[in-house]
């Protein structure tokens, strides 16, 4: 047995296998989280906030967690596909739909160039490069006023038209569930496929990979151009079902969140990172007494949870199943 299938052996039993299973509890929790909102706007609102945050962190998972590469730069990513949004509703007559075609290709060809150039950086040093970038890009919106609005942003955004559809804002609100639901699973199928299992090896023994003639840092570029166009997919959303974006709506804190929700949730697997922006969102922005030390909380909440379930309320819950299945499965003694 070579290094390689050695080291992806290892990453296969390492993290669980969720397929269909983690779809329909998915699926029941996104059913669970659209009748709680109804039709309450403060709900709704809740809710694309969650949406968003679990797509960057949705975003992050495939190069962070699987590929092993921290970059910070997911705040201008999504800013990307907000403002595409803003953009093509403003300044063209296109289709709405365009913008969710032009946003996450754009962020994927800016994250495979600043890939390129961070190549030689690895650690610390790329989240402070890609950190700066993120920096860089938010001091370009505020200053190119002729395109972005300058810091006043774009607003009054024209309602998407799907042949003479316009959906309502509870239809755009299932809608974004939906496309979580659907982007977890395909992430989830595509972590546990022959390109993901390398990916993950790739992480743990990248010489191994090398040396069986696998590029690593081709790999690299195409996790990240993943990741970026699934958090400006998010960002679009967002955009859209609040009607208008500045430079502030996408911020360094979200990143620094999304770093987060999937040590919450549970890293082994992308629906992790959803359960923990259900999370994150329910801990700062859901509890009026505690908006002020809401941050605080869920940091402390991630203390817990690595020290007491270090695989995340899923992982946890995995676990706890397991041991409550297995002792239903035990015969009773008989004397």
Known sequence: MTATSTAAARTRHAEPRNGLGGLALGAAAAVLILLWAGSNGYKQTLVMSAVTYAMIALGMYVPYLMAGSLSMAYSAYAGIGGYA???ISTKTGLPMIVAWIIGPIVAA???VILGLVTSRLSGFFLAAVTLLFGMAFNAFL???EGISGGSAGLGNLRSLSLLGWTPTPYQVMVGSVIVVCLTAFLLDRMRLSPWGVIVRTMRDAPRAVEAVGVRVPVLNLVALAI????AAIGGALFTYSAGSI???TFTLNVVFLAIFMPLIGGSGTPWGAAAGAVIAVELTLNFPALQASGTLLLALGVLVILLVAPHGVIGYADK????IWASLRKEPHRG
């Not at 706890?320 to 041991?323: E, I, S």
Request: hydrophobic fraction near 55%; charge should be neutral; proline fraction near 5%.
């Open 320 to 323: 706890l199943r397991t041991r």
């Open 109 to 111: 060809v800016l994250a």
């Open 246 to 248: 500045t430079p502030d």
């Open 85 to 87: 949004v803003g953009l």
């Open 227 to 230: 990741g970026a166009a699934i």
């Open 142 to 144: 505020i200053d190119a």
